[in-house]
């Protein structure tokens, strides 16, 4: 994040080591929203804290990792308001993720509230996402990005075809492209499950002209996506 408001582009392979997480190869969906969001934000060049070497070793990582200072309370400033921020940001996807299940279940399940609920709340209180989406990581974008995806293809099968529901597909796919490396299993499934479905309504529908749109929104979506 840091570089890209500094250098107002992606980090290349001969920008040299990253001293700490090198993050310059994964999917940039994260890190552009966020640098998007805090680029007013003055950090000083020696933004990275001081390390406290009395723990582990290299690779340490949690609350004893660094040593803080008073710079870090509040009110936020420089650095420690940077991270509070993109910290805000994976609130706010995480959020989003919750919202996608909800929607799906009621899509799945109608008139079933109660059952969208309890889905939506096991997905919101789930230690591991609710970690997820208090801190600054990538894994957030991913895990969110499926949800979205899981509920922009339900639409499309559950309900009558459109050529909105079928760009909703081809959306939620270049976002699951963009967020991690992770997700690329879901990302093939996806097209490939996307396109046979497709194919599958336009042979049952041959005339219908909004089928055959959708067929061409998913050509072209794959060969941007390719």
Do not use: C
Request: no cysteine; proline share 5%; hydrophobic share 50%.
């Amino acid at each position: 994040v840091h570089f890209i408001i500094q250098n107002r582009r992606l980090a290349r392979p001969e920008d040299g080591p990253f001293e700490f997480n090198n993050e310059r190869k994964p999917p940039p969906l994260y890190y552009a929203l966020a640098a998007a969001l805090t680029w007013w934000i003055a950090v000083p060049d020696d933004w990275f804290p001081s390390r406290n070497f009395l723990v582990g070793n290299d690779t340490s990582r949690g609350y004893n990792y660094a040593i803080h200072t008073d710079s870090e309370r509040f009110p936020y400033q420089g650095t420690a308001l940077s991270l509070h921020m993109v910290r805000l940001v994976s609130v706010v996807v995480s959020t989003v993720g919750v919202w996608a299940t909800y929607r799906l279940v009621k899509l799945w399940l109608p008139g079933e509230d109660g059952i969208a609920l309890l889905a939506a709340s096991l997905h919101a209180f789930w230690p591991q996402f609710v970690f997820s989406g208090s801190v600054v990581t990538n894994d957030i974008m991913a895990s969110v990005a499926a949800s979205l995806f899981f509920l922009a293809w339900f639409h499309w099968v559950l309900r009558p075809p459109s050529w909105t529901s079928a760009l909703a597909v081809v959306a939620t796919l270049a976002v699951l492209a963009l967020s991690k490396f992770t997700v690329y299993g879901v990302l093939i499934y996806g097209v490939v499950g996307f396109g046979l479905t497709v194919i599958y309504r336009a042979i049952a529908t041959a005339r219908s002209r909004t089928l055959r749109l959708s067929l061409l929104i998913g050509a072209l979506a794959a060969m941007l996506l390719g």
